[in-house]
Each structure stands twice: as C-alpha cells, then as structure tokens.
C-alpha cells in the first residue's frame, strides 16, 4: 500500500525557516511527479511547489517563489520542501501528493499524505 508520510512542520516565528520531508513507501519516486499543498483554515487547498518527473521541472505558487524551495532525493524516495523567510499567511497544514502528471500543480494527484502542520507566529 503506498504511504505518503509528511515531518517537518511546527512553530516558528516569522522569518525562520523550516524543511518539511515526504518519505513514500511502495512507490517507486522516480517515475512520480510530486508536490506540496496546503490548506488554511477557511481556505481552499492550494498548490505550493511543485516537481515533476524526467526533467525535475519545478512549479511555485507566486506567493512562494523566492522563498520555498522544493527538491527529491530518489535514491531515498523523499521529497523536501525549503521554506525561509516564512510569514504568518504560510499558517496552513501542509501536504504532499504524487502522481504521474506532469501537471501536477494543478491540484490532482492520485497519492496524498496526511499531512503537517505549519505554524508562523508574527
């Protein structure tokens, strides 16, 4: 059964930084395009960052690009999301997703993780 399993959220102040990972099980990363979501409070789930498969093509939501940065490591089948210079507004719980799209970015995948919690303070 694949297993999408996020780490790395908690409280900071804003300006820090943090590193969240994405560790799959039963799911070969390489052929996978993967990304970050997240979900405030109210608010509907977004598209963070994004990576695909084959060329490593990157995606970022314009409120993130500078900021965050995502990368995936296939020999240890985890994806990572830099986030510095992080901002109350990032508050959200943060999840990660594969499929096989390239298009990913868009919102549809067939994996999703259960998600971590990212807390800015002002």
């Known amino acids: 059964q694949v297993q999408l399993v996020e780490s790395g959220g908690g409280l900071v102040q804003a300006g820090g930084s943090l590193r969240l990972s994405c560790a799959a099980s039963e799911l070969t990363l390489s052929y996978f395009s993967m990304g970050w979501f997240r979900q405030a409070p109210g608010k509907e789930r977004e598209s963070v960052a994004a990576?695909?498969?084959?060329?490593?093509?990157?995606h970022y939501a314009d409120s993130v690009k500078g900021r965050f940065t995502i990368s995936r490591d296939n020999a240890k089948n985890t994806v990572y999301l830099q986030m510095n210079s992080l901002k109350p507004e990032d508050t959200a719980v943060y999840y990660c997703?594969?499929?096989?799209?390239?298009?990913?970015?868009?919102?549809?995948?067939?994996?999703w993780g259960q998600g971590t919690q990212v807390t800015v303070s002002s």
């Open positions: 990576i695909t498969w084959g060329d490593y093509a990157t």
């Open positions: 997703a594969a499929d096989t799209s390239v298009r990913i970015h868009e919102g549809k995948a067939k994996y």
